[in-house]
Each structure stands twice: as structure tokens, then as C-alpha cells.
């Protein structure tokens, strides 16, 4: 009964590309949209849960994506075991970052995320040797799981729907684990988490690795899955539209997360007929949706529904 | 023929039942707009040309007068009556620079908006981020940016229109060897097309017998060059190049001067707009940079037969939207080599137009003159460019 939302998602996801065949945006859209959702619901167990800013999250998505693309194209990896590498190195990386950067709270925080993730993207950026530099790296080999080559869109969605459900399961599971518990006891208030006997510097520690390697698997499959990868994808702004994001949907809610991203991509591709008014109309539903549904997307969809259902019941 | 036949008849029942004239008559109206649209509809089917350019952001002066050119054309086209009967559809996105947005764009014109070929990608980059996509879903593309590594090595789907870097930097090193000048310094910015520049100068020098003898970077966002230009000061070189474009060469062009630096100056084809001119005043005075047809269209002979294309373009596009610039004439250049192209085929059918584009062969565009091969998919030689020197505010063609 817990996943029962669960399984409603993931019945939906398996059955759009069969109501809606070639359409684009279910099978290129949605691709892109199944990719934010993880990376929103990793960044929700940070934000959302923990109570800890990442203004630097694009980095480790980055991380993922620059790790498959190099160790690829470069030196000729299997795909499986590039990834393998770059969680491997993001999760290492961190782990070391960790300890003293969640030490910070408040503004401090976001600071030192920021500034970490401008430290990368200036990596990306001027090490042109290993990265391709500004014009970035093309060429990256698609996915070839056991002989099954990821060569068309629809093998795409299948991928990523299954990675995107992963993430979502985990998540929700992590969240209702002890670990879960302790999260949030870090978040209503850490001096008290502490009374309780919670670790909670190893808490968040724990759970900001989780997060960088949700990250950086959606990175390593974002390169393969495009073929192309260049430091655009991964600035300053990605970072803080995962962050809004997280915010739209609800914090502190897997759905939550996975709304705000769904909503968030689709409203970009959407938007983009509108030309000149697309950062206009953007902007202004972000605002409506943040004035009229504080507790974010999902929470207000999901009030607004139950609305109906009473008054319809009277 | 079923048309006349319906009206004859139905004018024989209005002449028996007069009282059913007006509903006769509206019924002949409709039947003939249902006619109509419906002869439109199969024998016109539009031709729908997708485009992707950087209308917004840095290299907006580069998008911005590519995106005019093409709505123009394609308007003036289907004034025309179109290809073959067909008008077309020009469905365009906005990249802003950014070459993952290309991608995803390229991607939705091939599959949400079913394009018959795409003429786009303003800078190399977006280009260079397309073309797997473009070669894996076989469309035409024909480029308006100018890095050589679009077409070089050839891909089956890819061309390009643009002037290359590498003919730019090869038109300099020609006119430093006529002016026995073989001592160069060099100062490049930090960007994508900087960069790229740089890298053909030094490869190329020592073809032309001249040696690098400094070689200096600076940011493109950076409002003062004079610590690098001192250093080249302290140089034995006989002549200075930058290459670059937007505002860093301006200021470089000015600080020589304050500097009182008398060493010739070169600029890259980047800088082949009044802008250049008006940012960098008297100091522009003297440059010479390699520059298209275009900017000097009024100076060139008669004889030449681009001059009538350079003339009806300038003429069309400044009664419009004002002072023409080389980048809106690769638009043209592409639409035109796509529509020529289209209309040789005899229909979209991907391959043929595809090698339809390949046999272009002695088109005439603002660029220069146009000879695709299966080896070649510019088609463009060195005389497509001019080398011009700015002199009292305007260009003057020095060959």
C-alpha cells in the first residue's frame, strides 16, 4: 500500500509511449524530462529531506556525463564500465567534499555549493585537452546493454523510464528507512537530532554522496543518450533550475520532485513556439504556481483534486 | 473538369427555380471555396525548411540577420508561387548559443516537425553538435557557420556555406607575402571562432614561409590589451594579427594606437562590420582584414557576376531592416543552394536533394561562387574573399 503511488507512475509511464506512438513528446521529451527526475529526486533527498542547499548540483551531473563521454570516446571504454568509473570517482569526490562543506549552513552553504560548482564548469571549460572546451565533446558511442544497442528513441524511453522508476523506488525507500528518519530529524532541527543519538555529520554525509551519484548517473546516461555533451548543459543555471525544480513540485516529496521535473521540462519545450514570450510566460506561471500553491505542484494539485472529489461527493 | 460540369448543372437548376437564386448562388460559392481548398491542398503541399540559429545571445549579430534573410526570401519565394508549385515553410528555433539546445532542436524538427531539410546552425558549435544527429537520421544540412571541421572530413549529409577560418587566415599570410612581411605577432581572444583561428595561423605559417614571433591571448570580455601589446612591442615583429570577433578587436585595434604602435594591424572577416568600425574610429584606419564580396559590393567591376547578386540582396535587405552584413548573405546562400536543389530534384526525396546539393556547381551567392564535389561540400576558393583596408570610415578593396 505504501508504493501504491508507485505503481500508478510507473503503470503511466509504461503505457504513454503505446497510447502515443513517435510522438515527440513522449519519446524525446520525455526522455529528457525521465533524466531531470532523477536528478531532482536525488537533489529532493538533500534539499527536501535533509534540509541542506546544493546550488552546485549540476556539477556532479557533469561529473557523470564528462566521465562516460572521455573514458569513451577517448581511451574506448565499454560504456557500462565508464559509468561504472565516473559514479565511482563522483561518489569518491563527494564523499572528500562532504564533511566540510556540510559543516556550513544557510547562506554559507549555498555559497561553497555555488562556488563548487563554478569551479567545475570552469574545468569543463579550460581543460579543452581532455573536455573539447567550449565546443564540447561529440562522438560519444549510445548504450549497448549485453548486445541490446540503445539506438532508437523508443529504447531510449524504455532506459530511461526504467532508471527514472530505480531512482523513484529507491528514494522512496531510503526515505522510509532509519536513515530516512534521521534526515529529517536533521532537518526539523540538528542539535536535537544529535540528543537522539543520530550521527548527523555522517548522516549528511551519506545522504549528499546518494545524492551526487543520483547525479551522476543521470549524467552518464544524458552523454550516451545524446551523443554530445558541452559545458552549457552544466552551469550555473542548470543547478538553479534544479533547484526550482525540487521547489515547484514540493519539497520533501519524491512526487514531489518528480512532478516539478516533468512539469518544469515540459513547460520549456512547450513554451518554446511562444519565441520572444517564452521567458515571459515562464516566468510568470513559476510565480502564479509559487503564490497559489505554496507547498508546491504536487501538493496543490493533489489538494485541488481532493477539492472536487468532496464537492462533487456533496 | 468536375468543377465546370457541377456549376453548368447547377446553373441550369437555378434558371428553372429563379425563387433559389441566392441559395444557388451561396451554394456555388461554397462548392467553389471547398474546390479551391482542396486543389490547394493536393497539389501544394508546403516544403517545409527547418532552421536553427543564435538569434538571441552573443552571437546574436550573427543570428539575427541569418533569421531576416530567410523569413524574406521565403516570403518573396511564395509571392513567386513557390517551388515547383510548393510554397514553403520556413519553421525556425532560437539556440542562444547554447549547442545542447541545437541538438534537442534539430531533434524536433526532424521528428515532431517532419522537415525536408534543415539550413542552420549559426555558429560551429551548434553545428558540430547537430551533425550526429542530422547523419544518423540522414537529412540534409547545409550550415551557416565556418568552422572547417564541419565539412572537413566530408560527412554525407553535411555541407556548409560559410567562408572558413582557414581561408581567412590563408588570404592574410597571402597578402603578408606580397608585402614581404614574415615576422608575425599574433593576439587572439578566448572563444570558440578565436580559438579555432589561432589554431589555422600556426598551422598554416609555415606553408607561407612566416614565422610566429609572438603569440598572445587575451579574455574576451577583457576592456584593456595593452599589457599583450607591449610584449609584442618588444618583438621583432614586422606585423600584428588578431583574430577575433565582437568587441575585444576594437579594443585591441584602439590600444595600439594610444600605445603608439605603427606596426600594420590585420583582422580576421569577424570584424567585417560597420560596428567594428564605429567601435574602434580613427584607429580602424589602415586595418586590413579579409572581408566578403558583400561589404564592397558597389566597388567591384562590372564584369564580375556577383556584383548584380550582392546588389539585389543589399537593395532588398536594407530596404527592410538596414545595413547588411555577410552573415545574413550566408542565409541566402544556403536557402538558394536548398532551393535550387529542391527544384532539381523535382520533389524533398532526402537523397536526391542531398545530391542535388552535391552537384551544385558555378552558383552564384554573396559568399562567392559556389562548386560542391563529392569532396568538397563548401565549394568556396580563396578569391571568395577580398582583402579590403579601412580607409576614411569605409572598405577599399587592395588587391
Known sequence: MRLAGFYVFAVAIILLPILFQDNYFVTVVGISAGLHVILAVGLNLLMGYAGQISLGHAAFFGMGAYASGILTTRYAWPAPLAMFAGLTVVGLIAWLLARPILRLHGHYLAMATLGFGIVVHVIMVQATHWTGGPDGLSGIPTLDLFGWPVDSDLRWYAVVAAAMLLAIWLSLNLIDSRIGRALRAVHGSEFAAQMLGIDTGRTKTQVFVVSALFAAFAGSLFAHQQGFVSPDSFSLMVSVELVTMVVLGGMASTFGAACGAIALTLLHAGLVVFEDYEMLIHGALLMAVMIFMPQGLFVGLDQAVRRLLRRSGN | ?399
Do not use: C
Request: proline share 4%; glycine share 12%; net charge neutral.
Open chain 2, 1 to 399: 473538369m468536375p468543377f465546370v460540369s457541377y456549376r453548368e448543372k447547377n446553373q441550369d437548376q437555378n434558371q428553372t427555380r429563379g425563387d433559389t437564386m441566392k441559395t444557388g448562388f451561396w451554394r456555388n460559392i461554397l462548392a467553389a471555396m471547398l474546390l479551391g481548398a482542396g486543389g490547394l491542398a493536393n497539389g501544394a503541399e508546403p516544403i517545409k525548411i527547418g532552421s536553427f540559429l543564435t538569434v538571441t545571445g552573443p552571437a546574436s549579430f550573427l543570428g539575427d540577420p541569418e533569421l531576416k534573410t530567410l523569413q524574406m526570401y521565403v516570403e518573396a519565394i511564395n509571392a513567386k508561387g513557390g517551388i515547383n508549385g510548393h510554397p514553403l515553410e520556413l519553421i525556425h528555433y532560437d539556440t542562444g548559443g547554447k549547442a545542447q539546445d541545437a541538438v534537442s532542436f534539430v531533434k524536433r524538427l526532424i521528428r515532431n516537425d517532419k522537415v525536408d531539410m534543415i539550413v542552420g546552425g549559426t555558429t560551429s558549435g551548434d553545428t558540430l553538435a547537430a551533425i550526429p544527429e542530422v547523419e544518423k537520421e540522414s537529412i540534409p544540412l547545409i550550415s551557416l557557420a565556418g568552422g572547417i571541421e564541419i565539412v572537413e572530413p566530408v560527412k554525407k549529409w553535411v555541407f556548409k556555406v560559410a567562408h572558413t577560418d582557414r581561408m581567412a587566415a590563408a588570404k592574410i599570410f597571402e597578402d603578408l607575402r606580397k608585402r614581404n612581411l614574415i615576422k608575425v605577432a599574433l593576439i587572439t581572444g578566448d572563444g570558440g571562432f578565436d580559438k579555432s583561428g589561432h589554431e589555422q595561423l600556426l598551422k598554416l605559417a609555415p606553408q607561407y614561409g612566416i614565422t610566429i614571433v609572438a603569440d598572445e591571448s587575451y579574455g574576451n570580455k577583457d576592456s584593456d590589451m595593452t599589457t599583450q601589446l607591449t610584449k609584442i612591442r618588444g618583438s621583432d615583429a614586422q606585423v600584428i594579427i588578431n583574430f577575433g570577433f565582437g568587441q575585444a578587436p576594437a579594443i585591441v585595434t584602439k590600444n595600439l594606437k594610444q600605445l603608439g604602435i605603427t606596426l600594420p594591424l590585420y583582422q580576421s572577416h569577424g570584424v567585417a562590420s560597420k560596428t567594428f568600425i564605429d567601435l574602434a574610429g580613427d584607429a580602424a584606419e589602415g586595418v586590413r582584414l579579409p572581408a566578403a564580396a558583400l561589404v564592397v559590393a558597389e566597388q567591384l567591376l562590372d564584369t564580375d557576376p556577383q556584383k548584380p547578386v550582392l546588389l539585389a540582396y543589399k537593395k532588398l535587405y536594407e530596404a527592410k531592416y538596414g545595413p547588411v552584413s555577410t552573415f545574413g548573405g550566408h542565409a541566402y546562400d544556403g536557402l538558394y543552394i536548398a532551393v535550387g536543389a529542391i527544384q532539381r530534384a523535382g520533389g524533398t526525396d532526402k537523397t536526391k536533394v542531398r545530391d542535388e546539393i552535391e552537384k551544385t556547381k558555378g552558383f552564384i551567392g554573396t559568399a562567392g561562387v559556389f562548386n560542391m564535389s563529392p569532396e568538397d561540400h563548401m565549394g568556396l576558393n580563396l578569391d571568395a574573399f577580398k582583402m579590403v583596408e579601412i580607409r576614411n570610415g569605409g572598405w577599399k578593396i587592395v588587391e
